[in-house]
């Protein structure tokens, strides 16, 4: 077994009335990665924080939420201490109770429902998946003794879940754009070779960072000559710098990932020999892509049909080239089969696992957690009952590990398959940000007997349906591990803030009342020990990355810890269980045509199909609704619905911002930074206008988790004003139950006036019972 080393650096050390410490903060509040960070500390508060330019993953570099943490450590208005509901839900009414009360609450609570209902009764949900990913997933499992963890009603589990799902459907493996983040020397190491081409798809990295992902490495290779491709439906800073911008319409993704690849496959534009050695299903992915001539995918994409020949071509020619792609590939019912179509491009032209190509991401020390982690304590039976779409067999023969948030809203609103009585939120605020028809999802988490919310600040979904409000840790608050993907990071506890706990403290704390057999017998008695088990929760069918036995001590020593890490791993049999060469896949090869995919049923070729409304599909409900909606504009200041009542965010940040083409804003009589309502057939919200002259002249791109804090709770923070999920809808997910049209629905735009802003949507919402258009 290999044993970490410790940190060649120190940990700890003065700098006058300082103590300074090595740390990574991931969440919360936070992003999707574990940046490393040097934490001033002064009379046990922290004072500043600073980007560590020992670190060789983020090279001192932090964005700014992370420079402005100290603000969110120490606002007035983080949740302190324990609080249980007295008045209505909805009245914003709380007592400060103390843990050992809201403990024996909650175990009166649960042993009732479990008794009465069974635990499958209970469902818990997360948010965004950072420092929770398998936290909340355990305390369901092992806990609660509950099948149903889910993803906040994220329709269609709509985040990188369906690029996941697609990758191991094809490969048996997941791969991210190799910036050289595996290695120690990073860009020094002779191993790794700088991209010749970059391929941004549907992702604008340096806002966005997204798993394992840091966007300035995408310009760090531009200053070495990587040349970019992107593909997004407005012009960015990296697009304007790229060789190819190709502005698409949102939703065709998969349309124009087909264009591509008839263009790649029919001129021999891939790679021969990787394609005769490697791959599966290639003449019948080659049959495919004759349906999808370039001529046609111009007309649905938007997107001139030369400019999609020389980009293919462009992208193909570059040896290596890098893929590097967001969020828009999921948003669509066809999330699964665009992430293959994609996927794809970039392995046949040979960039799977080779130096600066798309590399092999396994977490690292072979540390297999995520949302499964747990589910060996429930039982088959139990397994069977968790809360999955009926109509999708990759969910109903137990392949995801997850509930789905479609089928836990349709369960809360029809009592089938049966009564959900109890909902956990930890680190999640639906209403705001995940749920789709957030309406909908206010009057559906009223249902429960008992409802419980874990965050840092109160929040709409708090004060809507909580009966219970537990203050969570930060992140230098906290013990923790980050092992998503590569390296393994330690995340140690610094400070403490009044009567916070972490995920892990509260989690064991529960355990030991809820379940004390299990935990008994587990050893987890402290976060520590719970945290030595993680550790070493080894996948036993990985013959890489190497596996250790270390503590979380001797990780904390470590600091951070990289693999021993090789390319072309399907040349050398690491990626199988055999040993064998090839890949972990039932024909051992990457599947043009996904096997996987045929036994559920589903197409085992890449597709593509209209989104549900679209100015196609919907002809005439485009008539009145002209425009194709996206949402889930990012911004530098602020995490999902995270940060809104910190005043340095708001002041660079005030207001939500819709992004409208310049000259489609002027016909309208719209002016920069007017209020403009966004409307459709299902709700309208209210947002400021940012005129962009590179924006498509046929979308609208809209920012997404707003809520106001500085407005009153009882009005749930003005939660609905200018929320974008009162425009998406829930249950349009694809046919393996993965996916939603979060980013490419239609909607019409108009000046907001005194006259039509007199009823705004949260009071629509909450006093005269929704918007009442469609449901």
Same mark, same amino acid.
């Given at each position: ?47 500043? *924080? ?12 932090? @964005? ?5 943490? *100290? ?6 208005? #983080? ?15 709380? &007592? ?47 806990? !609660? ?40 020397? #990073? ?6 070779? @700088? ?45 304007? #710098? ?109 960039? !799977? ?96 007997? %008992? ?17 219970? *409000? ?6 230098? &608050?906290?013990?923790?591990? #980050? ?8 995340? +140690? ?21 809820? +379940? ?23 996948? $036993? ?85 002209? !425009? ?8 530098? =200041? ?12 708001? =002041?660079?940040? $005030? ?52 809520? %106001? ?67």
């Amino acid at each position: 077994m290999t044993k970490p080393a410790e940190y060649h650096l120190p940990l700890e050390w003065q700098e006058g009335e300082y103590t300074v410490y090595r740390n990574h903060h991931w969440s919360g509040p936070g992003c999707h990665n574990a940046c490393a960070i040097l934490v001033y500390v002064k009379d046990g508060k922290v004072a500043k *924080v600073e980007g560590d330019p020992e670190s060789p993953y983020n090279q001192g570099r932090l @964005c700014m939420r992370c420079l402005n943490m *100290v603000e969110a450590y120490y606002h007035s208005d #983080r949740i302190k201490w324990p609080l249980k509901r007295v008045g209505a839900r909805g009245e914003n009414k709380w &007592e400060r109770i103390s843990w050992d009360e809201a403990y024996n609450i909650i175990e009166e609570k649960v042993t009732a429902i479990k008794k009465e209902y069974g635990p499958e009764a209970i469902v818990c949900m997360e948010g965004t998946g950072r420092n929770v990913n398998w936290q909340v997933p355990m305390m369901a499992y092992s806990v !609660f003794g509950t099948p149903n963890f889910g993803l906040g009603f994220l329709s269609g589990d709509a985040c990188y879940l369906p690029r996941c799902a697609a990758m191991y459907a094809q490969m048996g493996d997941a791969t991210i754009a190799d910036m050289s983040q595996q290695f120690e020397k #990073r860009y020094d190491d002779p191993n790794w070779k @700088c991209p010749e081409v970059v391929l941004i798809w549907g992702n604008n990295p340096l806002v966005s960072n997204g798993d394992g992902f840091l966007g300035h490495w995408i310009v760090d290779v531009m200053k070495m000559g990587a040349k970019l491709i992107v593909i997004d439906p407005e012009a960015t800073w990296l697009a304007s #710098r790229a060789e190819y911008f190709l502005q698409i319409r949102p939703g065709t993704d998969g349309a124009l990932a087909l264009g591509m690849l008839n263009v790649i496959i029919n001129e021999e534009l891939y790679d021969k020999e990787f394609v005769e050695k490697w791959t599966y299903g290639f003449d019948e992915l080659k049959e495919r892509v004759q349906e999808w001539p370039v001529e046609k995918v111009a007309e649905i994409t938007w997107i001139p049909a030369d400019l999609i020949k020389n980009a293919a071509r462009f992208f193909a020619k570059a040896s290596p080239a890098a893929l590097q792609w967001g969020l828009p590939i999921d948003m669509h019912p066809t999330g699964i089969t665009t992430a293959v179509a994609i996927s794809t491009i970039s392995s046949i032209c040979g960039n !799977f696992d080779v130096p600066g190509g798309n590399i092999v991401a396994r977490q690292g020390r072979n540390i297999a957690i995520g949302y499964m982690t747990g589910a060996e304590f429930i039982s088959e039976e139990l397994w069977a009952k968790h809360l999955v779409p009926k109509d999708t067999p990759m969910h109903n023969q137990g392949v995801m590990g997850t509930a789905q948030g479609d089928a836990i809203l349709e369960a809360l609103e029809t009592n089938t398959p049966y009564t959900v009585k109890m909902l956990w939120f930890q680190s999640t605020n639906p209403i705001a940000c995940m749920g789709a028809e957030a309406p909908r999802i206010y009057n559906a988490i009223q249902k429960p007997d %008992f409802n419980v919310v874990v965050d840092l600040f109160m929040t709409p979904t708090a004060v809507a349906c909580a009966d219970l *409000v537990l203050p969570c840790a930060m992140g230098n &608050e906290r013990n923790s591990v #980050r092992p998503w993907w590569f390296p393994v990071r330690a995340i +140690n506890k610094i400070t403490e803030y009044e009567e916070c706990k972490s995920d892990e403290e509260l989690l064991v704390e529960l355990g030991n009342r809820l +379940n004390p057999e299990l935990f008994k017998e587990m050893g987890w008695k402290k976060d520590t020990d719970l945290l030595t088990w993680i550790c070493n929760v080894i996948n $036993p069918e990985w013959n890489w990355p190497e596996k250790w036995d270390a503590t979380f001590e001797e990780l904390q020593k470590q600091h951070i810890s990289f693999d021993n890490w090789s390319y072309r791993k399907h040349e050398t049999g690491l990626l199988r269980t055999d040993g064998e060469p090839g890949f972990n896949t039932p024909t051992g090869k990457l599947e043009c045509s996904c096997l996987a995919l045929d036994s559920f049923d589903v197409d085992p070729l890449p597709y593509w199909e209209e989104p549900p409304e679209s100015p196609v599909s919907t002809p005439v409900l485009a008539k009145e609704y002209p !425009f194709v909606l996206t949402t889930g504009r990012r911004s530098w =200041e602020f995490f999902h619905s995270e940060h809104r009542q910190l005043p340095t965010m708001r =002041e660079f940040h $005030p207001d939500p911002l819709v992004t409208i083409n310049t000259e489609t804003a002027a016909k309208m009589g719209i002016q920069e930074g007017d209020w403009v309502w966004v409307e459709n057939m299902r709700g309208r919200m209210r947002q400021r206008a940012k005129l962009k002259p590179t924006m498509h002249p046929n979308v609208i791109s809209a920012e997404h988790a707003w809520w %106001f804090p500085e407005q009153k709770g009882e009005n749930l923070f003005g939660v609905f004003d200018s929320n974008a999920n009162n425009l998406t809808k829930m249950g349009q997910y694809g046919p393996t139950g993965y996916g939603a049209p979060y980013k490419c629905t239609i909607c019409k735009i108009y000046k907001g006036t005194e006259e039509n802003s007199k009823v705004m949507p949260t009071e629509e919402v909450i006093k005269k019972g929704g918007f009442g258009y469609v449901k």
